[in-house]
């Protein structure tokens, strides 16, 4: 039996980019600014460079059309290939729902990195990650809002398209980070899994997982057309027994722990580079 389940629904503010309100509101402001800079130095004609700059950031701000690029139909997005025999244990997705991966495996790993790129990459402490394989990782919402970042080397700005690898891949509409990938893995940020925070989360959750049930049980999977195509998909889903991170996505350990910015007293182990390099105590320099 499949394990995805209806993620808990979320409180965002007026400002959220996803409002079809803000994003017109945002288009009028770009047309504005390209006014503004074609009258800014009194004659009405206005610098070419500023107009090219203003029409690219609005062009920026919009979802890409790549539906059909060779890219996507390779993992971790395979759009286009059938869920037959897929079976979803996992679905994370970014903050404003535009952008969702599902896995179908269990991490090889799962750990704590303490690196300054991870630090200032994330704005975070650290980055907690899980490593899967490709195979095991598709793409679960339209392609439109995906982001690529390479972040080693010759730094290649945020794109729409992907950038040599190693990169980050994020929700353009949000900012969200959902994974590094590599050739052929990559490593997953749990806390943008979808599971229970609250005892709140847990009765809501359970509670649409009932309506699936019913839905698909009452018509022979023709009752709500959204949750029979999410069945279809993903398999029926089974209900969350309590408030919890998915145990085997809790870290085993930590690296470039000698880079930490605040220590961390959970009793797994500490290596000071790289996984089983040297290990050091939970307050040592």
Same mark, same amino acid.
């Given at each position: 039996?499949?394990?995805?389940?209806?993620?808990?629904?979320?409180?965002?503010?007026?400002?959220?980019?996803?409002?079809?309100?803000?994003?017109?509101?945002?288009?009028?402001?770009?047309?504005?600014?390209?006014?503004?800079?074609?009258?800014?130095?009194?004659?009405?004609?206005?610098?070419?460079? @500023?107009?090219?700059? /203003?029409?690219?950031?609005? *062009?920026?701000?919009?979802?890409?059309?790549?539906?059909? &690029? #060779?890219?996507? =139909?390779?993992?971790?997005?395979?759009?286009?290939?059938?869920?037959?025999?897929?079976?979803?244990?996992?679905?994370?997705?970014?903050?404003?729902?535009?952008?969702?991966?599902?896995?179908?495996?269990?991490?090889?790993?799962?750990?704590?990195?303490?690196?300054?790129?991870?630090?200032?990459?994330?704005?975070?402490?650290?980055?907690?990650?899980?490593?899967?394989?490709?195979?095991?990782?598709?793409?679960?919402?339209?392609?439109?809002?995906?982001?690529?970042?390479?972040?080693?080397?010759?730094?290649?700005?945020?794109?729409?398209?992907?950038?040599?690898?190693?990169?980050?891949?994020?929700?353009?509409?949000?900012?969200?980070?959902?994974?590094?990938?590599?050739?052929?893995?990559?490593? @997953?940020?749990?806390? /943008?899994?979808?599971?229970? *925070?609250?005892?709140?989360?847990?009765?809501?959750?359970? &509670? #649409?997982?009932? =309506?699936?049930?019913?839905?698909?049980?009452?018509?022979?999977?023709?009752?709500?057309?959204?949750?029979?195509?999410?069945?279809?998909?993903?398999?029926?889903?089974?209900?969350?027994?309590?408030?919890?991170?998915?145990?085997?996505?809790?870290?085993?350990?930590?690296?470039?722990?000698?880079?930490?910015?605040?220590?961390?007293?959970?009793?797994?182990?500490?290596?000071?580079?790289?996984?089983?390099?040297?290990?050091?105590?939970?307050?040592?320099?």
């Amino acid at each position: 039996m499949s394990s995805t389940r209806p993620g808990p629904k979320r409180v965002r503010s007026d400002q959220d980019h996803s409002h079809p309100a803000v994003q017109e509101r945002e288009s009028k402001r770009h047309e504005a600014d390209e006014d503004d800079n074609g009258n800014g130095n009194g004659n009405g004609k206005g610098s070419a460079e @500023a107009k090219a700059s /203003s029409k690219q950031s609005s *062009r920026e701000a919009r979802p890409a059309n790549h539906q059909d &690029a #060779e890219w996507l =139909k390779e993992g971790p997005f395979q759009v286009g290939k059938s869920w037959d025999g897929w079976e979803t244990k996992y679905r994370q997705s970014c903050w404003c729902n535009k952008t969702a991966f599902v896995y179908g495996g269990s991490p090889h790993n799962v750990k704590i990195c303490h690196c300054e790129d991870c630090q200032r990459l994330h704005g975070a402490p650290h980055q907690h990650v899980a490593i899967f394989h490709k195979k095991d990782v598709r793409l679960d919402s339209s392609p439109e809002w995906l982001g690529f970042l390479s972040a080693h080397g010759e730094v290649h700005p945020l794109s729409s398209t992907p950038t040599p690898l190693p990169h980050k891949v994020t929700c353009r509409a949000c900012g969200s980070p959902l994974m590094d990938e590599g050739r052929n893995m990559i490593m @997953a940020f749990p806390p /943008s899994f979808e599971f229970p *925070r609250t005892q709140k989360d847990l009765e809501e959750m359970n &509670a #649409e997982i009932d =309506k699936i049930h019913q839905n698909v049980d009452a018509a022979n999977g023709k009752g709500n057309q959204d949750h029979a195509e999410a069945v279809e998909k993903h398999g029926k889903p089974g209900k969350w027994d309590k408030v919890s991170m998915p145990s085997e996505l809790l870290p085993r350990h930590h690296i470039f722990y000698e880079r930490r910015i605040i220590d961390v007293l959970d009793g797994l182990p500490k290596w000071r580079h790289l996984e089983n390099t040297e290990e050091m105590g939970e307050k040592d320099r």
